[in-house]
T-cell receptor, first 113, second 114 residues
Framework: QQQVKQSPQSLIVQKGGISIINCAYE??????FPWYQQFPGKGPALLIA?????SEKKEGRFTISFNKSAKQFSLHIMDSQPGDSATYFC????????????FGSGTQLTVLP | EAQVTQNPRYLITVTGKKLTVTCSQN?????MSWYRQDPGLGLRQIYY???????DKGDVPEGYKVSRKEKRNFPLILESPSPNQTSLYFC?????????????FGQGTRLTVV
C-alpha cells in the first residue's frame, strides 16, 4: 500500500524555470513531511521539511506548499539550475512512528542549461 | 565526519549464495533502517531497528534478515538471494523518532543477483 503518491515521475525544465513536484498522502496521522534530494551515486539527503500546522515553508529557492484539507503538498524550485538535477522524494511520517519515513516513488528532475 | 558507511558499494552474486551487506554509523543514533530503491517504486523499507536487539519488519521484509548487536552496526543478510532482490540498497540512521528527525543515508549498495 503506497501511502504517499508522487508525480510526475520525471520532469524536464529549462534553466531559470520553475520545477513543481506534487505529493498526496493518505495517512492523516502524518505530522512531518520532508523532501529528500538524491544525486546519482549518492544516498538521499534531507532538503527541506514542513509540519502540517503551516501552509508554506521557504528555504532559498526551495518552497514547500502544504494543503492539509486536500492531503497534498508540493515542492517548488524557483530559478531552477542544472545543479538541481537530481531525484526528489517526498515522504511522510508521524511522531511515535518507529517505522519512520514513508517515501513517494520519486521524481527525476533534469534542468537543461 | 558524521556518516553512514555501507559495504560493499557494488556486488554481483549468484542465486542462493548467502551474502551480508554491512552498515555502520558514527553518530550514536538509536534508529537504523534498510531500504531498497527500485525504479518507479521509490524507497521501500525492508527492516528497521529502534535500538540494540530491537528490530522489526518494514514493508518488504521477505527474503531478508537483520541483526543489531551493537548500536553502530546494522547488517543486512540475504540468506538465499534471488534475482528479484536485484536492487539498490540504502542504510539509514537517525536519532529517536520525533518531529524533525533527519535520516542520514549511506551511499548505497548496488546488488545484482544472477
Amino acid at each position: 500500500q503506497q501511502q504517499v503518491k508522487q508525480s510526475p515521475q520525471s520532469l524536464i525544465v529549462q534553466k531559470g524555470g520553475i520545477s513543481i513536484i506534487n505529493c498526496a498522502y493518505e495517512n492523516t496521522a502524518f505530522d512531518y513531511f520532508p523532501w529528500y534530494q538524491q544525486f546519482p551515486g549518492k544516498g538521499p539527503a534531507l532538503l527541506i521539511a514542513i509540519r502540517p500546522d503551516v501552509s508554506e515553508k521557504k528555504e532559498g529557492r526551495f518552497t514547500i506548499s502544504f494543503n492539509k484539507s486536500a492531503k497534498q503538498f508540493s515542492l517548488h524550485i524557483m530559478d531552477s539550475q542544472p545543479g538541481d538535477s537530481a531525484t526528489y522524494f517526498c515522504a511522510g511520517t508521524f511522531s511515535g512512528s518507529a517505522r519512520q519515513l514513508t517515501f513517494g516513488s520519486g521524481t527525476q528532475l533534469t534542468v537543461l542549461p | 565526519e558524521a556518516q553512514v558507511t555501507q559495504n560493499p558499494r557494488y556486488l554481483i552474486t549468484v542465486t542462493g549464495k548467502k551474502l551480508t551487506v554491512t552498515c555502520s554509523q558514527n553518530m550514536n543514533h538509536e534508529y537504523m533502517s534498510w531500504y531498497r530503491q527500485d525504479p518507479g517504486l521509490g524507497l521501500r523499507q525492508i527492516y528497521y531497528s529502534m535500538n540494540v536487539e530491537v528490530t522489526d519488519k518494514g514493508d518488504v521484509p521477505e527474503g531478508y534478515k537483520v541483526s543489531r548487536k551493537e548500536k553502530r552496526n546494522f547488517p543486512l543478510i540475504l540468506e538465499s538471494p534471488s534475482p528479484n532482490q536485484t536492487s539498490l540498497y540504502f542504510c539509514a540512521s537517525s536519532f529517536a523518532q520525533g518531529l524533525g528527525t533527519e535520516a542520514f543515508f549511506g551511499q548505497g549498495t548496488r546488488l545484482t543477483v544472477v
